[in-house]
């Protein structure tokens, strides 16, 4: 084989290659944007647009329901832990930062689950030593949250579930409303099976 066929066979194998990348690329460019577009999320020059998790796309945590999100609040991210034997799942909605690098949490979600929350006032009680609240001081206003007994105070409200499950949310007030917390809170809840 000559040199000279060699060098044509490979220009048209190379510009497949180029071609093909170059459609991929593209295709997933146009689904980033459409991904985008579809969330609300504007792209920007510099960020890539990840999609969601299958759980967060499903709009579920831990086997709660979420069915109300204000509108304005940022990207989510979840973390799970666990501090004196109850175990944390939350999802916070944190806006992007600012000039100076801050991020602003705009929404928190959590489910407890541990033993030792048995009723409302044992998940009080629990609280007011894991947010190193005084008990004495804390106000604390009775709230119903759907179908759950629970408790609001400034930008949190939590609730009983069931023996062993608790939930709360905490919303920026600066930027929402009590109503606002309080839908949310009514729109986290455990799945119902059928």
């Known amino acids: 084989m000559s040199r000279s066929s060699l060098g044509s066979r490979a220009v048209p194998t190379t510009r497949r290659i180029v071609i093909g990348s170059a459609v991929v690329l593209a295709s997933l460019g146009i689904w980033t944007t459409a991904s985008a577009a579809a969330t609300g999320i504007e792209p920007r020059s510099g960020y890539a647009v990840a999609p969601p998790s299958t759980e967060q796309r499903a ?107 608790a939930a709360e949310v905490s919303l920026d007030r600066g930027r929402f409303s009590e109503q606002d917390l309080l839908d949310t809170a009514t729109g986290f809840h455990p799945e119902t099976t059928s």
């Open 59 to 165: 709009c579920t945590l831990d086997g709660f329901v979420i069915e109300h999100l204000p509108d304005g609040i940022g990207t989510p991210t979840d973390f799970e832990y666990e501090w004196e034997d109850v175990s944390f799942h939350s999802r916070v909605w944190e806006t992007a930062p600012d000039p100076e690098g801050a991020y602003k949490v705009d929404l928190t979600m959590k489910t407890m689950r541990g033993e030792k929350l048995s009723d409302l006032e044992a998940l009080k009680d629990f609280l007011a030593e894991y947010e190193e609240k005084d008990p004495e001081t804390w106000e604390l206003r009775p709230v119903k949250v759907g179908a759950y007994d629970g408790l609001v105070a400034g930008d949190e409200v939590f609730y009983f579930v069931s023996p062993g499950v």
